[in-house]
């Protein structure tokens, strides 16, 4: 009590102030009572204070203050034993009747002990019991969903780690398809072109029916589909219609994905020149591309000294198909390698960067397979090295 008098005396808005049992040692309700006027006055000064106390008066008072806060240490619910876990804001309970019931105190004593309390406090008492055990489940789901997160957060990196990989990858495997499909559809024209010359027919592109066009377009289009490759771009919104198909337009056949020149008009299809190959196709399969083409597809038909010396003056010996995919400078070299074959250009040097070497391998199987052209190697290093192919044309 005299300790208790000189911190009164002395308590001020600076002071910190640690009493444990506050008004323990007397009559419990006398000491409580005291005990709520000394926090009282601790206020009134704007002193910080914190005490200990077993009282239910002076939990009450916590619960009920603005500027107190309760606060207790952690029990296993089960074992009693303590966890050293201070819960801000909840009140300890009492644990005289558990710990009786744990140390094997007759029941009966147990029982009148209870009976003794009035029946408030047996409400608080089973209230906190309740909220401890509450508290004690919510924290440890906590701590699981937690470690949950963590380990989602593991997951979603692995996942996104491996999402990108699988798109590099098929990207590179689209890229190889693509090769490997414009390879096939040249050893079918070359294949076409052979059985034609066998026949003795050498004054003809080999055709193709519209049912065999029909049919080949969809057989590619399920291998773009199972190759995961897309057919077509995206249409653009708001794009003019398109302009009516004339022979000697430079177009592109939908299904295949290829360009060709338009060598004959028959109204709803045309026959499209695609390198060696000559196919009917609807024209609802065709968009047209900018420009008229070379006339290199009347080369056999109707070749002519004008003709000649027209693609003379426009030949190149040197292409640059840099940043193209192998579909789209495949039908260029294509144009070119005719255009320098009327022209008697050789050798040729054709650029295509290195890149990842897809574009200029899928190029040079290209040219190895091709009936007019002969000594296809990359570049020496004065050259371009392997950013380059050289190649003579028979």
């Not at 000697?248 to 190959?277: C, I, K, P």
Request: proline share 4%; with cysteine.
């Amino acid at each position: 009590m005299g300790r208790l008098a000189e911190i009164v005396s002395q308590a001020d808005a600076r002071s910190l102030i640690l009493i444990d049992e506050i008004g323990s040692g007397t009559e419990p309700n006398a000491g409580a009572a005291l005990a709520v006027a000394l926090l009282e006055r601790f206020l009134e000064v704007g002193a910080c204070a914190l005490v200990t106390t077993h009282a239910t008066e002076l939990k009450l008072f916590g619960a009920e203050h603005a500027h107190v806060r309760n606060a207790s240490v952690r029990f296993d619910p089960h074992t009693y034993a303590p966890t050293y876990q201070l819960d801000v804001g909840s009140p300890g309970q009492s644990l005289a009747f558990p710990l009786a019931r744990a140390m094997h105190l007759d029941l009966r004593v147990i029982e009148r002990a209870e009976a003794l309390l009035s029946a408030q406090e047996r409400d608080y008492e089973r209230a906190l019991e309740e909220l401890a055990l509450e508290r004690t489940r919510t924290t440890k789901e906590r701590e699981v969903l937690a470690g949950e997160r963590v380990q989602l957060r593991t997951l979603e990196d692995a996942a996104r780690k491996r999402g990108e990989a699988l798109e590099r990858e098929r990207r590179e495997l689209a890229q190889r398809a693509e090769a490997q499909l414009a390879q096939a559809l040249r050893g079918f024209s070359a294949e076409l072109e052979r059985r034609a010359a066998d026949r003795g027919d050498r004054s003809r592109a080999p055709r193709i029916t519209r049912g065999q066009s029909e049919l080949l377009g969809r057989t590619i289009d399920e291998m773009r589909s199972g190759l995961g490759i897309s057919r077509t771009a995206p249409a653009v919104p708001n794009q003019p219609a398109p302009a009516a198909i004339a022979v000697g337009d430079r177009v592109r056949v939908l299904s295949l994905d290829t360009e060709g020149v338009v060598v004959e008009d028959f109204g709803n299809d045309v026959m499209v020149q695609l390198g060696a190959l000559r196919m009917t196709v609807p024209k609802s399969d065709l968009s047209r591309r900018g420009g008229a083409a070379p006339q290199r597809v009347e080369r056999v038909e109707r070749e002519s000294g004008s003709a000649k010396l027209a693609a003379a003056t426009g030949a190149r010996t040197e292409l640059d198909v840099r940043g193209k995919r192998f579909v789209e400078a495949e039908p260029v070299v294509e144009q070119w390698i005719d255009a320098s074959m009327l022209a008697g250009a050789s050798p040729l040097r054709l650029i295509h960067g290195k890149g990842t070497g897809l574009l200029g391998r899928g190029l040079q199987q290209y040219l190895r397979a091709h009936p007019h052209v002969k000594d296809v190697r990359f570049g020496t290093a004065e050259e371009g090295g392997s950013g380059v192919t050289v190649f003579e044309l028979s």
